[in-house]
């Protein structure tokens, strides 16, 4: 057999055994991994780029930053919460809602949100009430506040739970 000088390996294999053997080779040759062993963003970051996500309707990317964020910094559980209302699954912002509640107590929204869930839902109307009191007395000039607790106590009144 003779070769030329532009090519001077003889081929006598099919073309498609040989793409598969450089495909073979090559997939062989994976790029090196690289592996974060320290988050290069604070837990702050990570709840603004949730934020980010958030207003996108990126809501599963938000919940993964917001989870990224919780351990470090308690109102993660807050933005967690709020996700959960907004779909619908209220028992799950309701786990949220009383974690923020208890590991940061002096953070009214937790306290103003939970109640306000529970107005809508119309459940744990009395429970809303004194969840509503406690946003007040913790910042009594948030009109958001107020409102909640007015709105709150009117329910009550109307469905006779005095």
Do not use: V
């Given at each position: 057999m003779t070769t030329t000088d532009s090519n001077p390996l003889p081929i006598k294999a099919p073309f498609h055994l040989i793409l598969f053997f450089f495909f073979l080779t090559t997939a062989s040759c994976a790029l090196p991994k690289i592996i974060v062993l320290h988050d290069p963003l604070s837990p702050e970051e990570h709840i603004n780029l949730g934020l980010t996500y958030e207003k996108r309707g990126e809501i599963e990317g938000a919940?993964?930053?917001?989870?990224?964020?919780?351990?470090?910094?308690?109102?993660?559980?807050?933005?967690l919460g709020n996700i959960y209302y907004g779909k619908g699954e209220y028992?799950?912002?309701e786990g949220y809602y009383r974690k923020v509640i208890k590991k940061k107590p002096d953070l009214a929204d937790a306290y103003n949100n939970l109640?306000?869930?529970f107005y809508r839902?119309?459940?744990?109307?009395?429970?809303?009430?004194?969840?509503?009191?406690?946003?007040l007395e913790l910042d009594p000039s948030n009109d958001n506040y107020k409102d909640t607790f007015k709105a709150i106590g009117e329910r009550i009144k109307q469905e006779g739970f005095d």
């Open positions: 919940i993964e930053e917001y989870k990224k964020a919780e351990k470090d910094l308690p109102t993660a559980y807050l933005y028992s799950e912002a109640a306000w869930m839902s119309g459940t744990n109307l009395k429970e809303a009430e004194a969840l509503s009191q406690k946003a």
